[in-house]
């Protein structure tokens, strides 16, 4: 209790530059935990979305009553929503009859990335707040502790006899912000790495989804209009019946 209540005595009594500091390096710290909490939950929710969107694609059922589900429920995200705009685009420009096998897959394949595009940003938003946090807060803390070291030194000027004891509550009060930095930088750089992972993860999931849909895709490019492209149970597995292609539903 002693050192808690030392603590808080150093930070009162320091110089208005010092608690500045303090106060910056405080507000970081607790703006990169609330970014570290939503963001574990946005992964984490990233992450089951994805997976149970996988097994209902290779769960044997047709690719329409599926998009049709998707459409049906809105506002579909991560590999749900590549699939969505991927799919949209394929039957609408084959309900057209726009162009050959190879510009209706070509069209596909580009909705897809744009929807792949936005998840990622999305996934990424406000992991650049962490990275400042992280890389910055020591050196904000450096900052504070030499102005005290400084301050602190400065004041013996008027003293007659300098001892360790006229100069310590001084250094003190300015390491201080240098501890508070590191409390600030190292769960805010630890967070990103570990987010920054798990987000370039989604990524390579997302990328061999839209080459797994992409070739699906192609296999009944060439067919007609009332065949709609279909899955197996598993991938590369035996290809099901389904109704046709819808026309795309509505347009974004």
């Known amino acids: 209790m002693t050192g808690h209540l030392s603590l808080i005595q150093l930070v009162v009594n320091a110089s208005i530059v010092v608690q500045i500091v303090i106060g910056l390096l405080m507000l970081a710290s607790l703006t990169s935990w609330a970014i570290i909490f939503r963001k574990r939950l946005l992964l984490s929710r990233a992450r089951r979305e994805a997976d149970r969107f996988e097994n209902n694609f290779w769960s044997g059922g047709d690719?329409?009553?599926?998009?049709?589900?998707?459409?049906?429920?809105?506002?579909?995200?991560?590999?749900?929503?590549?699939?969505?705009?991927?799919?949209?685009?394929?039957?609408?420009?084959?309900?057209?009859?726009?162009?050959?096998?190879?510009?209706?897959?070509?069209?596909?394949r580009r909705a897809m990335r744009v929807a792949q595009l936005k998840e990622i940003d999305r996934l990424e938003h406000s992991l650049a707040t962490l990275a400042t946090v992280g890389s910055t807060s020591p050196y904000v803390g450096l900052f504070g502790t030499v102005w005290g070291i400084m301050s602190a030194f400065s004041a013996l000027g008027d003293v007659r006899q300098a001892t360790l004891a006229s100069v310590a509550p001084g250094i003190s009060e300015a390491l201080v912000t240098t501890a508070i930095g590191l409390f600030a930088a190292i769960p805010a750089v630890v967070a990103f790495n570990r987010f920054a992972d798990q987000v370039g993860r989604l990524e390579v999931r997302f990328d061999a989804f839209m080459e797994e849909f992409s070739t699906i895709l192609q296999r009944h490019s060439n067919r007609g209009i009332a065949a709609a492209p279909t899955v197996g149970a598993a991938p590369g597995g035996p290809p099901m019946a389904a109704p046709a292609v819808p026309t795309g539903g509505r347009s974004r």
């Open 63 to 108: 690719l329409a009553q599926l998009y049709r589900a998707i459409e049906t429920h809105g506002g579909a995200t991560g590999m749900a929503s590549v699939f969505e705009m991927g799919f949209r685009e394929f039957a609408r420009q084959r309900q057209q009859g726009a162009g050959t096998a190879d510009v209706m897959l070509e069209g596909a």
